[in-house]
């Protein structure tokens, strides 16, 4: 069965230091794999996807993602965390050969940037 | 950029009665839209994918008489909590395949439903 795990509940970083929310999955066939981002009461924003080609995906508010196919993982990265980047983040990959865009999301990780 | 509305935004109401949540896709048109429901601080699960035009496909495990959907349009799909009880409570959020690209999808803003 496909899956995605962020293995993580919590992230803490202090403001200005890199910052890295973990994410492996488990698909069969080639992943589409996405990063959202959730403020409070609020539904899910885009951040990044990756779908193919290069392995770096640059997104949203100066967030990236490596997709690492031999590791099945997809890390969200940013090099300096920013005190407003403290929200609810999720990956999700697509289900495979799925015609309607069904989605598969981790349990989600918080992210805590302190100043 | 897309974009996908939920109304209400929040709503309250009593044990036994039925609640409406809409979600439109106010830019483009969408055959289909999922929903999802969100406990606090955990994930999104899906409850069942909305067709334009057809039945919607329901998760295992999810009541279809109790969560009525009807994608009446490609731009409105409604969900309606049957005699809701509190444990129906809880942060329902629809989203919605950008019809010419569907590796992306765009979500609501969520309702949060209390029933008391």
């Known amino acids: 069965a496909q899956s995605v795990a962020q293995p993580e509940d919590q992230v803490n970083v202090a403001e200005g230091n890199p910052l890295t929310v973990k994410c492996t999955y488990s698909v069969s066939g080639n992943p589409y794999l996405f990063w959202y981002v959730q403020y409070p009461n609020r539904g899910l924003q885009f951040l990044l996807k990756?779908?193919?080609?290069?392995?770096l995906v640059k997104g949203s508010y100066g967030f990236e993602a490596e997709f690492n196919k031999s590791q099945t993982s997809f890390h969200l990265k940013k090099p300096s965390a920013l005190v407003s980047d403290s929200a609810l983040y999720f990956c999700?990959?697509?289900?495979?050969?799925?015609?309607?865009?069904?989605?598969?999301f981790g349990q989600g990780t918080t992210l805590q940037v302190k100043p | 950029g897309a974009v996908v509305s939920q109304h209400p935004s929040r709503v309250i109401c009593k044990s036994g009665t039925s609640v409406k949540i809409e979600c439109r896709s106010l830019?483009?048109?969408?055959?289909?839209m999922f929903w999802y429901r969100q406990f606090p601080k955990q994930s999104l699960m899906l409850m069942a994918t909305s067709n334009e035009g057809s039945k919607a496909t329901y998760e295992q495990g999810v009541e279809k008489d109790k969560f009525l959907i009807n994608h009446a349009s490609l731009t409105l799909s409604t969900l309606t909590v049957t005699s809701a009880h509190p444990e129906d409570s809880s942060f329902y959020i629809c989203?919605?395949?950008?019809?010419?690209?569907?590796?992306?999808?765009?979500f609501g803003p969520g309702t949060r439903l209390t029933v008391t």
């Open positions: 999700a990959v697509r289900e495979p050969y799925s015609n309607t865009g069904k989605l598969i």
């Open positions: 989203s919605a395949p950008w019809l010419a690209d569907s590796t992306e999808q765009y």
């Open positions: 830019d483009f048109q969408a055959t289909t």
């Open positions: 990756y779908i193919t080609g290069d392995n």
